[in-house]
């Protein structure tokens, strides 16, 4: 196989995945990721549009939370059996059609009609043409729908960079089996355990909390080295971008592992997500900031050390940071890389919040205002 050709086998992973975790359990986790991420409890009466839908479990997580009609597509025939199997294992026959195509082909995504939910989970970064995929994936979304993607986060994988990892994926998929397995224990060293002790955090915490959306750690680290073609995307630069393109702002953001998740919504014409931004009481920061060193500065919150992230639960806090009422987005950053690279990174960390300027400006003196509210 030529470099060219390589395209990874994504459907007989999700096929392997299924085999062993399929449970009520599984979709449970995906029902309430989905619920977390959406700020909704049911999904009741909504068209849905499940992009490279996978091993299928989030397709029948949307079901059980009442969605009237679930139409999931992938591009792998493998993966468009393993959707299918795992619908026959649900029971639901109705209102769940499940079929092969690409979100690469703008005239497929121009007949699948409009949707109140189009939905793609680490899927537009594998097609070999991001951007496109983006702009054919909003196609179907009705006016005031919403948009919730997942795209691998060039603002978490620094090091290596994004072309040190296209080039260890490529040595992956043309590797032996043997080599493959001893890849994956070493990408789990390097990649999980390394980065939680260097943090000051517990690596079995990690490893025992990983899978909030029912996935397991060594299928998304196959996933995750095989995965190729693949692309990053940045969190300011998929804002600016969907906003740019669609016209939609973000509304909605978790990040802090490999793929960060958007929600874009236009909250003039989504009821649902007018209503969340008038809850999120924005609670102002006042300075002076302490600076931590590079583009790093700290402000004390100890009223809010109870909900924030600490040595057991790295991906606990929700807070939301705001620069001028404009969600920053990127939580939980290691606090080396907000002194390094800043950005608008940032870490809620026991008492304190620590963070960088979106311009990597010193917060006390750039003329910007600084809010938050704990998004629950
Ligand atoms: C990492 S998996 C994610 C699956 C699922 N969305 C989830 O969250 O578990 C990526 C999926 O995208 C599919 N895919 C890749 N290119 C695609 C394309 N052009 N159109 C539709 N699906 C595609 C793959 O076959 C694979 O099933």
New binding site residues.
Partial sequence: MSESDLRYG??RN?AAFVDKNLSDATVQASMDHLCRVLKRDRLDGMRILD?????GI?SLAMKRLGAAEVVG????PH?VATSQRVRDWSGIAEGWSIAQ????DRAYMQALGSFDLVYS???LH??GAMWD?VRHAAIPIREGGEFYIALYSSDTYVDPSPEEWIAIKKAYNFASPLKKKLMEADHLYRQVIVPELKAGRSALAAIRNYGSRGMNIWADIK?WLG?YPMEFAGLHETQDFVARQIGLPMVNVVNGEGCTEYVFADPAQNAHWRTCNAQRALQPLYGPFQSVGGYGFQAHLPAHAAVADDNGFNQRSRLMLFEDGVPLGLAHTIHELIRNRGAGRFSHWQDWLVFSARDNTDPNANGRSYSFCLDY
């Fill in positions: 994504f459907g999700w992009i490279g839908c996978g091993s989030h597509f992938d591009y792998d993966s195509g690409s979100v690469l989970w680490g899927v594998h097609t995929a996933d995965g």
